[in-house]
């Protein structure tokens, strides 16, 4: 059905009456309200709103759902699929799948990630320009994308064009990272995984390239590790790197010191929490697609968060069973695990996956109708086209699904296990197993009625061990599988479930809960009737502070006969979270060692891998990270990635990679005599409908100085919207008067040149644009320039629209995570940091942008 003839039929709810309907759904939980509206809602262009609560979406979901499964012998009815995805109560469709399923406003893939590019590709510009295009049409259709960058050759290298020599993989890192961070997602950025092989010359370049402030911040970054690299890390051996990588003819090799570079990871994760680590024997050896590595299906990358190593031009959509819904009479002496319920189910989970491949490959087909209907030619067409025609092919031939599960916390929880504990694994290990094991059967049950992915050989696989574990644990499955085949190349994987664990009430994937209950804190008027003021801040405003429980500790007080509405103390609470099955069970308490090998002995059961955070304290030693990552190889981890608490906050080293006081943090010290030309940014904004314009100029990509005004009027600057960077050159007037000149190149290469930014400007803009460039080119911290820049006392419209469009263009060189220095307004923690340019309370969640 188009868009329009759809909106004409459908109700259009406002904001509020979506929110207020969507609260009473959630039982008053604001956050997965708000969650819900902003992030699933249905939505056309123009942000009207389609549906008043998530019961319509289920409908939307399961009526699309029913529609596949009746092509098919023994369809499951629309009633039966939204009986199970109801409430998130079972099934949860994840990200994409529950934003674009029957949804015909975005023309956008279902698919949460892809990864392009292969292992063999040339790296001539061309090429390397063809994958960042191919980035970018991914983006804008809503999907995150992994890219492996070690057929790059290394820095150094002769090339056959006028450079000479190549640069190495770090300024292509910048330019994927910068291309990500120009792509809006329906408001959010697009997310990006880079790799290369530990195996490549210019690895170390890699691991180092994201530690200066304000570099590689659109992209997560990862390297794959290979055994021979471990075993002489383990045996203090040297290790040799080549180019091409693992090559027996290399053109380029030198041999290095395993632990130096090892040493080296070590400190960046225990500093700034990258790069994470990609155990790639491991994945290689245990992948079921790798079977046919010479159809097509050799994996080279991961999607940004590490869950899915997948080959070029594959992709994979998510879904996640609740745990906690399949323990009867939880936090009881009664609880126990349905079994039988959780494999009837997981059946039906997969199955849905495989309805929703479908549904993925009509997305394609749309997407592939706009491309053929664009007005540009074919020359322009040509890479987005061919880029939807390898998906579409790999998506059809290799079905690739990801069904995972969220809640483990609670599930253990509800209990009485104690997550971490040798029960707490044991148990968790078969779960997994039951999982992974009912999935299959599913799969091969598809086979049989649906028949099997188009390229599936029972030989190719015979040896690889996930197969093997299979075969061992249900004899049966394996006569069968090796007989039907089964529907899908690879089935199972473990995902972050943020905001999928928001709205079903839960811990998050495999985590543990974070904290079980908290305070939070609201603004007051102390004078209304009935109010409690428990904390007045610096600036004088009133707060009331109240408790917020974890939806399932609540649970279990309610079960235990505890008041829930009691403002207890701490100390209060801490003696009743001392009964409960969370003690010594948050993500702060867990056993770090114990983690990694609940996560070992989980991923024999994941035929793709696992996203999990390992937490540790600010104190924790680069020891303990060295610890960790060795255990996480050793009990057959495909990836672990090590979170040391405030790690990446202020993640700064100096230009020439300076020795720092371990409790000092080094800024890059700005020349005092300004350059005579800087490079600059331009930066388009709106303030209260009109077009604003700022030009930043840039010293080793930091801001040095602004000029910002109105801009497309007769007072502004005439600048073609093609226009974002180019010069700031500093020159004198006709009397001697210093003056600002912004230089760019014209669509044919030639240099044009907008004389006088400062006169261009209104005086009073170009006065305080003066004192904000002072306070940036003597060091002081961009966010403490933002910050003082929204407490300016202003008293004309124009001039506070100048203002918050000054802290609006800087804020997007404030690096993520960095701390903000004041208070959420929403419940008043303090815990509030930049996330790409917006405000973040990580207390609430609540976030602020402009």
Not at 524 to 533: A, E, F, G, L, S
Not at 596 to 608: L, N, P, R
Not at 695 to 702: H, N, Q, R, S
């Amino acid at each position: 059905m188009e868009a329009a003839v759809l909106a004409k039929k459908s109700k259009i709810y406002t904001y509020d009456e979506a929110y207020q309907s969507s609260l009473k759904y959630f039982d008053g939980d604001d956050l997965a309200a708000k969650v819900w509206v902003s992030k699933y809602a249905l939505k056309d262009s123009d942000s009207n709103i389609y549906e008043q609560n998530p019961v319509d979406m289920h409908h939307r979901i399961a009526s699309e759902i029913a529609r596949v499964e009746a092509k098919y012998p023994n369809p499951l009815s629309e009633e039966k699929v939204f009986d199970l995805i109801k409430k998130f109560k079972y099934i949860i469709p994840q990200g994409s799948p529950m934003t674009g399923i029957g949804n015909d406003f975005q023309i956008a893939s279902l698919s949460n990630c892809f990864v392009i590019g292969s292992g063999t590709q040339s790296d001539s510009y061309g090429s390397i320009m063809k994958i960042d295009e191919e980035q970018v049409q991914l983006m804008k259709r809503r999907g995150g994308v992994g890219h492996d960058l070690s057929n790059i050759r290394p820095k150094g290298s002769p090339v056959k064009n006028s450079a000479l020599t190549s640069t190495g993989l770090v300024p292509f890192m910048e330019r994927y990272s910068n291309s990500t961070r120009e792509v809006a997602q329906d408001g959010r950025r697009g997310a990006l995984m880079l790799s290369v092989s530990i195996n490549h010359p210019d690895s170390e370049d890699f691991v180092n390239a994201k530690l200066e402030q304000g570099k590689i911040t659109g992209a997560n970054i990862s390297v794959r590790i290979d055994d021979d690299f471990m075993k002489a890390v383990v045996n203090k051996e040297n290790y040799i790197q080549k180019y091409p990588i693992h090559s027996q003819n290399p053109k380029f090799k030198k041999e290095i010191k395993a632990t130096d570079l090892w040493n080296k990871i070590i400190h960046n994760a225990w500093k700034s929490a990258e790069p994470g680590i990609l155990f790639w024997d491991t994945i290689i050896k245990e992948s079921l697609p790798d079977c046919y590595a010479d159809l097509g299906y050799e994996t080279v990358s991961t999607n940004p968060c590490g869950e899915i190593p997948l080959c070029p031009y594959d992709s994979c959509r998510l879904l996640a069973v609740n745990l906690f819904s399949y323990v009867e009479n939880p936090f009881t002496k009664n609880a126990k695990f349905n079994f039988d319920l959780f494999k009837e189910h997981v059946g039906y989970a997969q199955r849905m996956m495989d309805d929703i491949i479908d549904l993925e490959i009509e997305k394609i087909d749309t997407i592939l109708a706009k491309i053929e209907a664009d007005p540009e030619s074919e020359e322009i067409k040509f890479t987005e086209k061919h880029l939807w025609l390898k998906i579409r092919q790999k998506t059809m031939e290799g079905r690739r699904t990801g069904v995972g599960i969220t809640a483990e916390g609670d599930m253990l929880a509800a209990l009485n296990i104690q997550y971490g504990s040798k029960k707490g694994n044991e148990f968790s290990t078969l779960v997994h197993k039951t999982l992974a094991l009912a999935a299959y059967r599913s799969s091969v049950e598809m086979a049989k009625e649906r028949g099997a992915f188009a390229i599936y050989d029972a030989k190719r696989e015979e040896k690889n061990p996930f197969i093997l574990r299979l075969k061992e644990a249900d004899p049966k499955l394996y006569e069968d599988l090796v007989k039907f085949g089964r529907r899908n190349i690879a089935l199972l994987t473990i995902a972050p479930t943020g905001s999928t664990s928001l709205m079903s009430q839960t811990t998050s994937g495999i985590e543990p809960v974070f904290l079980p209950v908290y305070k939070r804190r609201r603004k007051v008027n102390p004078n209304d009737q009935d109010i409690r003021v428990d904390f007045v801040d610096e600036v004088g405003d009133s707060w009331e502070e109240y408790l917020v429980f974890h939806h399932r500790f609540k649970e279990w007080m309610e079960i235990q006969g505890i008041d829930t509405e009691t403002n207890y103390s701490q100390d209060e609470l801490n003696k009743i979270i001392e009964k409960s099955p969370y003690y010594k069970a948050t993500s702060n308490d867990v056993d770090w060692l114990s983690k990694v090998e609940m996560q070992g002995s989980i991923q024999k059961w994941v035929d793709h891998s696992i996203s999990v955070t390992i937490n540790i304290p600010n104190d924790a030693t680069e020891e303990l990270v060295n610890q960790l990552y060795i255990k996480a190889w050793e009990v057959g981890c495909k990836g672990v990635t090590v979170y040391r608490d405030g790690s990446r906050s202020g993640v700064l080293i100096s230009a020439d990679d300076k020795k720092e006081d371990k409790n000092e943090m080094i800024t890059s010290v700005f020349p005092t005599k300004r350059p005579h030309v800087l490079q600059a940014d331009v930066v388009r904004f709106q303030n209260n409908k009109e077009k604003w314009i700022a030009f930043v100029g840039l010293i080793e990509g930091k801001p040095y100085e602004i000029f910002t005004g109105l801009a497309d009027d007769e007072e502004g600057i005439m600048l073609p919207r093609w226009v974002n960077e180019g010069v700031i050159i500093k020159n004198q007037d006709e009397n001697g008067k210093s003056r600002y000149d912004f230089q760019f190149k014209n669509l044919r290469g030639y240099k044009t040149t907008i004389e006088g930014l400062s006169h261009k400007f209104k005086p009073e803009f170009w006065n305080y644009a003066k004192l904000i460039s002072g306070t940036l080119r003597h060091g002081m911290p961009i966010e403490n320039a933002v910050e003082l820049i929204n407490h300016l006392e202003l008293d004309s419209e124009s001039i506070n629209n100048w203002k918050a469009g000054v802290a609006r263009a800087l804020k997007r060189y404030i690096p993520d995570g960095t701390e903000a220095g004041g208070r959420c307004s929403n419940c008043g923690s303090d815990q509030v940091v930049y996330q790409e340019g917006c405000l973040t309370c990580k207390n609430c969640g609540n976030s602020k942008c402009g």
